[in-house]
């Protein structure tokens, strides 16, 4: 058992990039797990890895050697997978990531929840607005409110959600209200954007009579963080473009307006992906049959008012 943990942090430490992360997500320390690269080194002879002060890259040993070790490491997860679907009692850990805002209050809030349902799955969440690449990061299953470009991952939809137009109603006395996708263009208001690197929001997606028309958009803040927008468009700093279910409390209580009703977002699809490896693992499956129930539930919960 010892060499195939040995194996698990070599192949952590490939994909990851450091020792650190790499310990942090095995949840050992740094030092720990650099023993374990050590014996894993001394057991075949050979160096694995170029070594920086930062970053560690597989030396073409390395490479040749992450190649069988992944294998191996699926090989030993879908065995696993296939006994607990016999026993009845599904254990491990599930690695699961969705967006900020979305994912604290509804994926991470409801995790306390499914474990004391299975109390033999660990469930690893990690938050983030940015894309993540499932497979490189060894992601099991991702919530992602938007377009899926990755056509090896699986992808289980669970629902369209509605989004508006936003702003504060001390931005719009001060600004004017918008009343087409004309008045966004040109800097004539302040549009909040939600970007990083790689991010692919420089354009809002509104129907019209005519159909869906592409508005580029600019402004003069913008940010990973899409609650970071939300408090700055409560601020009264521009317009912010968000899923309705998020900023509903706001609306109900007159922090924000809904502006441009005739000319609405496009909705935007919330789903979950996972690789294909994961189809027959029952954690992952009752985990996203759970999650998607609760998803449907507490979006339309927010809109009703009942959250």
Not at 203 to 216: D, I, M, N, S, Y
Request: a positive charge; one cysteine or more; glycine letters at 8%.
């Amino acid at each position: 058992m010892a060499y195939l943990d040995n194996i698990a942090v070599f192949v952590r430490v490939v994909e990851l990039g450091n020792l650190s992360s790499a310990g942090r997500d095995m949840r050992i320390s740094p030092a720990v797990a650099s023993n374990r690269i050590a014996e894993l080194e001394k057991h075949l002879g050979v160096r694995l890895f170029n070594r920086t002060t930062r970053q560690l890259t597989p030396t073409e040993h390395g490479r040749v050697f992450y190649d069988g070790a992944k294998k191996v490491l699926d090989a030993v997860a879908g065995a696993e997978a296939s006994v607990s679907a016999l026993s009845g009692h599904p254990r491990g850990a599930i690695r699961v990531t969705a967006p900020l805002g979305f994912g604290r209050r509804i994926i991470a809030s409801g995790i306390p929840e499914f474990r004391d349902l299975y109390p033999e799955i660990d469930v690893r969440l990690r938050l983030s607005d940015h894309d993540v690449d499932i497979l490189k990061e060894s992601i099991d299953i991702a919530f992602v409110l938007g377009t899926l470009e990755d056509s090896s991952l699986r992808l289980r939809s669970i629902m369209d959600i509605e989004r508006v137009l936003v702003a504060a109603p001390a931005y719009l006395a001060k600004r004017g209200e918008p009343k087409e996708p004309a008045d966004l263009t040109a800097r004539k208001h302040d549009c909040l954007l939600l970007r990083y690197p790689g991010s692919r929001e420089h354009c809002w997606h509104l129907q019209t009579p005519q159909g869906a028309k592409k508005v580029e958009i600019e402004g003069p803040f913008d940010s990973d963080d899409g609650d970071v927008l939300t408090g700055w468009a409560i601020a009264g700093r521009g317009i912010v473009c968000k899923p309705r279910f998020d900023v509903e409390p706001f609306i109900r209580d007159g922090r924000l307006k809904i502006i441009m009703a005739d000319f609405p977002p496009a909705p935007i699809k919330l789903a979950a992906v996972y690789p294909h490896r994961e189809f027959q693992d029952p954690k992952i499956r009752l985990f996203l049959d759970f999650m998607a129930e609760r998803c449907l539930r507490m979006v339309r919960s927010a809109l009703s008012g009942k959250a």
